[in-house]
């Protein structure tokens, strides 16, 4: 997907027609970056608020499927996969974490 990206200066002067765009229901993300490439973006809260919760669907499936198989989820496990989901952490980052828990 192609975004257009603003340059820091760009985004301060044009913050306020970004956000005018998000409140009229464009759904268009925006990068902010240096050098025309991408650092950042900015989407409408409810875009943010979709990807949290697909997140969260995939990890209750996760979990599910955990349990189908007569296991547990580790608290530690847990906790990482939680920061997944919401956005903290990337998922290349999760992985690491949580094979780093069980020493993989």
Same mark, same amino acid.
């Given at each position: 997907?192609? !975004? ?10 044009? &913050?306020?027609?970004?956000?005018? %765009?998000?409140?009229? +229901?464009?759904?268009?993300? *925006? +990068? @902010? ?6 650092? $950042? @973006?900015? *989407?409408? @809260?409810? *875009?943010?608020?979709?990807?949290? #919760? /697909?997140?969260?669907?995939?990890? =209750?499936? #996760?979990? #599910? =499927? *955990?349990?189908? /198989?007569? &296991?547990? @989820?580790?608290?530690?496990?847990? $906790?990482?996969?939680?920061?997944? $989901? %919401? +956005?903290? !952490? =990337? ?8 094979? #780093? &828990?069980? +020493?993989?």
């Amino acid at each position: 997907m192609l !975004i257009e990206t603003l340059s820091v200066r760009e985004a301060r002067e044009r &913050l306020s027609s970004v956000l005018e %765009r998000f409140r009229n +229901g464009d759904r268009t993300p *925006v +990068g @902010v970056g240096s050098y025309r490439r991408t650092e $950042a @973006v900015m *989407v409408p @809260v409810e *875009v943010f608020d979709e990807l949290t #919760a /697909e997140r969260e669907r995939a990890l =209750s499936q #996760a979990r #599910a =499927s *955990v349990r189908a /198989e007569g &296991l547990d @989820v580790e608290a530690d496990a847990e $906790a990482v996969m939680e920061r997944w $989901a %919401r +956005g903290e !952490i =990337s998922t290349q980052r999760m992985r690491e974490l949580v094979r #780093a &828990l069980y +020493g993989a």
